[in-house]
């Protein structure tokens, strides 16, 4: 089974800021089959990157994912008051299914 | 467009079995290159994926509810519904149904809105 950690939990931040929030897995996973999401209060998780840094449709080019193996970051390069929410990873893998990691919350510094 | 609509009751009773469905608007389910996927969010908490069903009928759950878990198709009306045995307070949760690419990058690209079920007597 694999798990995936993220860190921090909690990232405060200021708008016009960097963010870099990181994902872990338990063993290495293909940087195909790894995904962020957005989550705002209230509202359904939003694909924001898929293949580890492919963005999707109509997503700003400010948010960039990265990584391979077991390490996988996602960026938004300056704070937009829109952005702060909560972004979660995800793996897929034939044999494990779907997991989600814990979370990032970014928050309003 | 895409868009799904989860729909079922919001109150449940501990021990009985939560039913919901997923409305499908545009695309088939019956296109070959989708996983039609439940995920649920415990109150305050991260997300927890369900299982999913393919095209064919095909299914993959979690472990940890495969025992109570049952996921199937409808292509007639252009859905698919989730039932949940058995259930208990641990089962309160945002209910999503979502869209995911059944190839290579394996994204949920498409969500509904979520729905809230509440176990309760």
């Known amino acids: 089974e694999i798990v995936l950690t993220q860190s921090p939990g909690t990232l405060s931040l200021s708008p016009g800021e960097r963010a870099t929030l990181s994902c872990r897995a338990s063993?290495?996973?293909?940087?195909?089959?790894l995904a962020w999401y957005q989550q705002k209060p209230g509202q359904a998780p939003g694909l924001l990157i898929y293949g580890a840094s492919s963005r999707a449709t109509g997503i700003s080019d400010r948010f960039s994912g990265s990584g391979s193996g077991t390490d996988f970051t996602l960026s938004i390069s300056r704070l937009e008051p829109e952005d702060f929410a909560v972004y979660y990873c995800?793996?897929?893998?034939?044999?494990?299914?779907?997991?989600f990691g814990p979370g990032t919350k970014v928050d309003i510094k | 467009q895409v868009q799904l609509q989860e729909s079922g009751p919001g109150l449940v009773k501990p021990s009985q079995t939560l039913s919901l469905t997923c409305t499908v608007s545009g695309p088939s389910v019956n296109n070959g290159g989708y996983y039609w996927s439940w995920i649920r969010q415990h109150p305050g908490k991260g997300l927890e994926w369900i299982g999913y069903?393919?095209?064919?009928?095909?299914?993959y759950y979690n472990p940890s509810v495969k025992s109570r878990v049952s996921i199937s198709i409808d292509t007639s009306k252009n859905q698919f519904s989730l039932k949940l045995s058995s259930v208990t307070a641990a089962d309160t949760a945002v209910y999503y149904c979502?869209?995911?690419?059944?190839?290579?990058?394996?994204?949920?690209?498409?969500w509904g809105q979520g729905t809230t079920v509440t176990v309760s007597s």
């Open positions: 979502a869209r995911q690419t059944g190839y290579y990058y394996y994204a949920m690209d498409v």
């Open positions: 069903i393919d095209f064919s009928g095909s299914t």
């Open positions: 063993q290495s996973v293909s940087s195909s089959h």
């Open positions: 995800q793996h897929y893998s034939s044999s494990s299914g779907v997991t």
